[in-house]
Antibody
Framework: EVQLVESGGNLVQPGGSLRLSCAAS????????MNWVRQAPGKGLEWVSY????????YYADSVKGRFTISRDNAKNSLYLQMNSLRDEDTAVYYC????????????WGQGTLVTVSS | DIQMTQSPSSLSASVGDRVTITCRAS??????LNWYQQKPGKAPKLLIY???NLQSGVPSRFSGSGSGTDFTLIISSLQPEDFATYYC????????FGPGTKVDIK
């Protein structure tokens, strides 16, 4: 069974940093691109970042470019999101999601981890 | 950047109704259009990929069509478990979600 489990969400002050993790199981992690997607309270989905299987290609949303860094460790079946210079507007549930390999659609999602940026 | 719009933003419907949701891209995205369903407090669920391909396990009452800039999600006969918010997503150039369409009970 495919499972994605996020962790690392917390309350952090503006300007602070946080590192999110996503532990993958039930599939060959190294064979799939991965995404981070977030959802602010009461709002819609916002794609954050994407990383290819070998980390050779990475994309970021303009809203996080230069502040967030996506990475992966295929040996540990894990995906990460390093978030620096956090702002109030980064408050959201952060989901990791697997790229199905078909039109880059995300076929499996974690349950999400809440990041709250507030003083 | 490619912008996505959806209409309507919300709709009220009854069980058994045919529901149509439209998604429009600001430029051609060929058929790199995916549809997701999200229920409150839950992660999104993939329904349709590549504009018209039904994800495994998704009921056949869901269908998608379109290419270029205009796309449609149709629920042929709305069921109680279909009351949710639906998002389109372009994956042609980076990724962008539409603002969502909330389907609630009439």
């Amino acid at each position: 069974e495919v499972q994605l489990v996020e962790s690392g969400g917390n309350l952090v002050q503006p300007g602070g940093s946080l590192r999110l993790s996503c532990a993958a199981s039930g599939f060959t992690f190294s064979s799939y691109g991965m995404n981070w997607v977030r959802q602010a309270p009461g709002k819609g989905l916002e794609w954050v970042s994407y990383i290819t299987t070998s980390s050779s290609t990475i994309y970021y949303a303009d809203s996080v470019k230069g502040r967030f860094t996506i990475s992966r460790d295929n040996a540990k079946n894990s995906l990460y999101l390093q978030m620096n210079s956090l702002r109030d507007e980064d408050t959201a549930v952060y989901y990791c999601a697997r790229d199905s390999g078909r039109y880059y659609a995300a076929d499996y999602w974690g349950q999400g981890t809440l990041v709250t940026v507030s003083s | 950047d490619i912008q996505m719009t959806q209409s309507p933003s919300s709709l009220s419907a009854s069980v058994g109704d045919r529901v149509t949701i439209t998604c429009r891209a600001s430029q051609s995205i060929r058929n790199y259009l995916n549809w997701y369903q999200q229920k409150p407090g839950k992660a999104p669920k993939l329904l349709i990929y590549g504009a018209s391909n039904l994800q495994s396990g998704v009921p056949s009452r869901f269908s998608g069509s379109g290419s270029g800039t205009d796309f449609t999600l149709i629920i042929s006969s709305l069921q109680p478990e279909d009351f949710a918010t639906y998002y389109c997503q372009q994956s042609y150039e980076s990724f962008t979600f539409g603002p969502g369409t909330k389907v609630d009970i009439k």
